[in-house]
């Protein structure tokens, strides 16, 4: 059991250019959530997948998309990079979205912004 | 404006002795909250969890205290180990939303020395 898996692990971009970060789960999750970590500011949600083939926005999803390919994978997408999104993402799934239970999270990507 | 504030960026605490981590909310409709661990390069990992119909749960060291009326929950270590030397954060959700949506404090660095 890999748990949740995301890749790459570190990327360098330079403003402009479009990147696609993917994450997967093998543990039969319905759940499935793209977070950033920026110094200070804790994790924000970007962008959500309460189950397989639904996606919604969270708190922070200007700048970029989502597509819930399976219900194993769930990848974000920069379409134009900026500086603004040089941080730390973390892909998480949880067994049924309801109000109780907890997110398993992935180990990272770390992407820099030129 | 920040829902789930952690006022304390770091704590030190000696091996042995008891660590606090507290945490403030000021969302009412918040009613289950977490605490999350994260060690570098590393995802959060769940430590534990509280629902808003009680004021206390415990887990081996870890036990968590909600104050409902106060806004506010703690996170106790006994005994603090120098393993537990981490970024520690509370999140936060509302059964309102119907759906999982966590918010997370800006965590409190917690350093444990021998």
């Known amino acids: 059991n890999a748990g949740v898996t995301q890749t790459p692990k570190f990327q360098v971009l330079k403003t402009g250019q479009s990147m696609t970060l993917q994450c997967a789960q093998d543990?039969?999750?319905?759940?499935m959530y793209w977070y950033r970590q920026d110094p200070g500011m804790g994790l924000r949600l970007i962008y959500y997948?309460?189950?397989?083939?639904?996606?919604d926005k969270g708190e922070v999803p200007n700048g970029y998309n989502v597509s819930r390919l399976n219900k194993r994978e769930f990848s974000l997408r920069l379409e134009s990079a900026a500086p603004s999104q040089t941080s730390v993402y973390f892909c998480?799934?949880?067994?049924?979205?309801?109000?109780?239970?907890?997110?398993?999270f992935g180990p990272g990507t770390r992407l820099t912004v030129l | 404006d920040q829902q789930v504030k952690q006022n304390s960026p770091s704590l030190s605490v000696q091996e042995g002795r008891i660590s606090i981590l507290n945490c403030d909310y000021t969302?009412?409709?918040?009613?289950?909250f977490l605490w999350y661990k994260k060690y570098p390069a590393e995802g959060p990992t769940f430590l534990i969890s509280?629902?808003?119909?009680?004021d206390k749960n415990e887990d081996g060291r870890f036990t968590v205290f909600l104050n409902k009326s106060a806004k506010h929950l703690s996170l106790h270590i006994v005994p603090s180990q120098p393993g537990d030397s981490a970024v520690y954060f509370c999140?936060?959700?509302?059964?309102?939303?119907?759906?999982?949506?966590?918010?997370f404090g800006t965590g409190t660095r917690l350093l444990v020395s021998p």
């Open positions: 969302n009412s409709m918040f009613d289950y």
């Open positions: 509280i629902s808003s119909i009680k």
């Open positions: 543990m039969n999750h319905n759940s």
């Open positions: 997948s309460a189950s397989e083939g639904t996606t």
């Open positions: 998480a799934s949880c067994l049924a979205g309801g109000l109780e239970g907890e997110q398993f």
């Open positions: 999140a936060a959700s509302a059964k309102r939303t119907g759906f999982q949506k966590l918010v």
